[in-house]
Nanobody, 114 residues
Framework: QVQLVESGGGLVQPGGSLRLACVASGIFRIYAMGWYRQAPGKQRELVAVIISGGSTNYADSVKGRFTISRDSAKNTVYLQMNSLKPEDTAVYYC?????????WGQGTQVTVSS
């Protein structure tokens, strides 16, 4: 069964930190995993992606604050989010790209508010 299971979302004050995790199962030949987010009334946007060779790419808005990492043995990708801002509030979706298909998790809510 193909699954992407996200965890780690929640409510945090501005300046705080959260760590998201996404475990992939039933998906083979993954070459990239990443995180996207969608705020109310806005389009889904790329936050960060990590390619199988280890290279990473970040949205300009999160560079220097967010770090993506991957444990290939566990098929897990993490997103460490520091110095969170209210504008980071969104539903965060895990994405896995394989040579066969593109997979999405259900999303986890991140709310940054005082």
């Amino acid at each position: 069964q193909v699954q992407l299971v996200e965890s780690g979302g929640g409510l945090v004050q501005p300046g705080g930190s959260l760590r998201l995790a996404c475990v992939a199962s039933g998906i083979f030949r993954i070459y990239a995993m990443g995180w996207y987010r969608q705020a109310p009334g806005k389009q889904r946007e790329l936050v960060a992606v990590i390619i199988s060779g280890g290279s990473t790419n970040y949205a300009d808005s999160v560079k220097g604050r967010f770090t993506i990492s991957r444990d290939s043995a566990k098929n897990t990708v993490y997103l460490q989010m520091n110095s969170l801002k209210p504008e980071d509030t969104a539903v965060y979706y895990c994405n896995a790209k394989s040579t066969i298909n593109d997979y999405w998790g259900q999303g986890t809510q991140v709310t940054v508010s005082s």
